[in-house]
Nanobody, 126 residues
Framework: QVQLVESGGGLVQAGGSLRLSCAAS????????MGWFRQAPGKERAFVAA????????YYVDSVKGRFTISRDNAKNMVYLQMNSLKPEDTAVYYC???????????????????WGQGTQVTVSS
């Protein structure tokens, strides 16, 4: 089992940047594919980005490609989401999620992920 704690959210102006961090407990972090999801007010939670166990492959929703970068540091049990050129429509609660897998793939749907953090609020003002 893994526990996830997100941090790094906040209020930023449009065009600004934030880096979200997700700290994972446990000694088998490299056995998990990791994902970031977000839930905007009045909307369902949606996929943002994912990264495979080794960090060798990444996946993004089209709306964040070229602006967001997901990365991980398996030695530190951390996964990050660097968010640049933020837009008001990026405003949401951002969640980190983990999927224990033996394969070098990462899911892009909620159903693939077994463990979730509590979320961190990101607000982008216009």
């Amino acid at each position: 089992q893994v526990q996830l704690v997100e941090s790094g959210g906040g209020l930023v102006q449009a065009g600004g940047s934030l880096r979200l961090s997700c700290a994972a407990s446990g000694r088998t972090f490299s056995s998990y594919a990791m994902g970031w999801f977000r839930q905007a007010p009045g909307k369902e939670r949606a996929f943002v980005a994912a990264i495979t166990r080794s960090g060798g492959r990444t996946y993004y929703v089209d709306s964040v490609k070229g602006r967001f970068t997901i990365s991980r540091d398996n030695a530190k049990n951390m996964v990050y989401l660097q968010m640049n050129s933020l837009k008001p429509e990026d405003t949401a609660v951002y969640y980190c999620a983990a999927d224990r897998t033996v394969m070098e793939v990462a899911g892009t749907t909620e159903e693939k992920y077994d463990y979730w953090g509590q979320g961190t609020q990101v607000t982008v003002s216009s």
